[in-house]
């Protein structure tokens, strides 16, 4: 199918940020993934930098810019947020713990959505939490269907290993007991945008006391569908 709109340099500034929103991109990935000239990737994202639709973050990689994140909830359209209270809530009910959904942003992920479990020993992270790429299963979702080259970034100083990535590859979804913090579980399932590239990661955390040392085989089912009907709302809202 041709996506082009006869706009060229609109095309190729598309481009760049389809190609961003996989997460950070040195220049020479950004040319790999677009297929365009080296000089011209350069100078569009440049000029996206500079309208601040693209960004930098500590290592010179390029990002997406915080100009998205105020156009996208000026016009009302983070599908992905709208369609997410419900779905949190039958998560959260569906399990008795804590609910959310992670987002990567540059070398961190953030809770953009949240249920809380109302009363008991919970696992809080409220709506702008801002956690570690490098430990938890939903880092590792986030992770696990990155390219080659981001997935050996990503695995720097990580608290899994690549063989728990396979597994999550494998299986659909990943657990972790204590990674991110002594005594806590989560599960975690990716949710997929309309071309279907892993944008989200849905969880459930709490104590590993509830969750046992296999919180997976109790809850992986339910998160799993979790993140099937958030992916199936973000592809209907595409259509």
């Given at each position: 199918?041709?996506?082009?709109?006869?706009?060229?340099?609109?095309?190729?500034?598309?481009h760049?940020?389809?190609?961003?929103?996989a997460?950070?991109?040195?220049l020479?990935?950004l040319?790999?993934?677009t297929?365009?000239?080296?000089?011209?990737?350069?100078?569009?994202?440049?000029?996206?930098?500079?309208?601040?639709l693209?960004?930098?973050d500590?290592?010179?990689?390029?990002?997406?810019?915080?100009?998205?994140?105020?156009?996208?909830?000026a016009?009302?359209?983070?599908?992905?947020?709208?369609?997410?209270?419900?779905?949190?809530?039958?998560?959260r009910?569906?399990?008795?713990?804590?609910?959310?959904?992670?987002?990567r942003q540059?070398?961190?992920?953030?809770?953009?959505?949240?249920?809380?479990?109302p009363?008991?020993?919970?696992?809080t992270?409220p709506?702008?939490?801002?956690?570690?790429?490098?430990?938890?299963?939903?880092?590792?979702?986030?992770?696990?269907?990155?390219?080659?080259d981001r997935?050996?970034?990503?695995l720097?100083?990580?608290?899994?290993?690549?063989?728990?990535?396979?597994?999550?590859?494998?299986?659909?979804?990943?657990?972790?007991?204590?990674?991110?913090?002594p005594?806590v579980?989560?599960?975690?399932?990716?949710v997929?945008g309309?071309?279907?590239?892993v944008?989200?990661?849905?969880?459930?955390?709490?104590?590993?006391?509830r969750?046992?040392?296999?919180p997976?085989?109790?809850?992986?089912?339910?998160?799993?569908?979790?993140?099937?009907?958030l992916?199936?709302?973000?592809r209907?809202?595409?259509?």
């Amino acid at each position: 199918m041709d996506n082009s709109s006869g706009v060229g340099v609109i095309d190729k500034a598309a481009h760049v940020l389809d190609a961003l929103e996989a997460g950070p991109t040195t220049l020479a990935q950004l040319v790999a993934a677009t297929g365009l000239a080296r000089p011209t990737v350069h100078r569009l994202a440049l000029a996206l930098v500079h309208h601040r639709l693209v960004s930098r973050d500590i290592q010179g990689r390029f990002v997406l810019g915080s100009r998205l994140v105020e156009l996208a909830s000026a016009a009302g359209e983070d599908r992905l947020i709208a369609s997410a209270g419900p779905v949190l809530m039958q998560l959260r009910d569906a399990t008795g713990e804590s609910a959310q959904i992670f987002r990567r942003q540059g070398d961190w992920r953030v809770c953009v959505a949240s249920a809380e479990r109302p009363i008991g020993l919970r696992d809080t992270i409220p709506v702008g939490t801002q956690l570690s790429m490098k430990a938890g299963s939903a880092a590792q979702v986030l992770l696990a269907w990155e390219d080659h080259d981001r997935l050996l970034e990503g695995l720097q100083s990580a608290r899994f290993t690549p063989t728990v990535l396979a597994g999550v590859r494998r299986r659909g979804w990943g657990q972790s007991l204590g990674e991110r913090e002594p005594g806590v579980a989560s599960v975690s399932a990716p949710v997929r945008g309309p071309s279907g590239r892993v944008i989200a990661a849905v969880s459930i955390s709490g104590p590993i006391e509830r969750l046992t040392r296999q919180p997976g085989r109790l809850h992986a089912e339910v998160v799993c569908n979790a993140g099937r009907v958030l992916t199936e709302a973000l592809r209907k809202t595409s259509d």
